[in-house]
């Protein structure tokens, strides 16, 4: 199977909270994984590639949210639990609240890093 990333992955356990295409309500999801150009959420949701999230991201040790608008880019599932990895592109985000994600996923590096 070829690599078609152009970054690396991060795992990681945020709390998300997210908005889905038209519905206003917001869903609670768990951020499996994050890049600087993406994520991977574990959504309870059958969700076609390219719909619109909102995406609402709690980081550790930071008290303000990270906001980004994203689309679906692909998803597996249902997994054993009925739910699905739902592999998101971030479309827009702010440039200081994408500085404090990568300043969050550099940390986490940090921490790999020195555990080995």
């Known amino acids: 199977m070829t690599e078609?990333?152009?970054?690396l992955r991060f795992e990681t356990a945020l709390n998300a909270?997210?908005?889905?295409?038209?519905d206003k309500s917001k869903a609670s999801y768990k951020v499996k994984n994050l890049s600087k150009e993406g994520?991977?959420?574990i959504t309870d949701k059958k969700l076609r590639e390219g719909t619109?999230?909102?995406?609402?991201m709690d980081v550790p040790g930071d008290n303000v949210p990270i906001f980004a608008s994203c689309?679906?880019?692909?998803?597996k599932g249902p997994l054993g639990s009925s739910s699905y990895e739902?592999?998101?592109?971030?479309?827009k985000i702010d440039n200081p609240d994408k500085g404090r994600?990568?300043?969050?996923?550099y940390t986490q590096w940090l921490k790999l890093l020195d555990k080995k």
């Open 86 to 91: 739902t592999g998101v592109r971030f479309k």
């Open 39 to 41: 994520a991977l959420l």
């Open 71 to 75: 689309e679906v880019a692909w998803q």
């Open 101 to 105: 994600l990568l300043e969050y996923i």
């Open 52 to 56: 619109e999230i909102d995406l609402t």
């Open 4 to 7: 078609r990333r152009r970054f």
């Open 17 to 22: 909270l997210c908005n889905i295409g038209t």
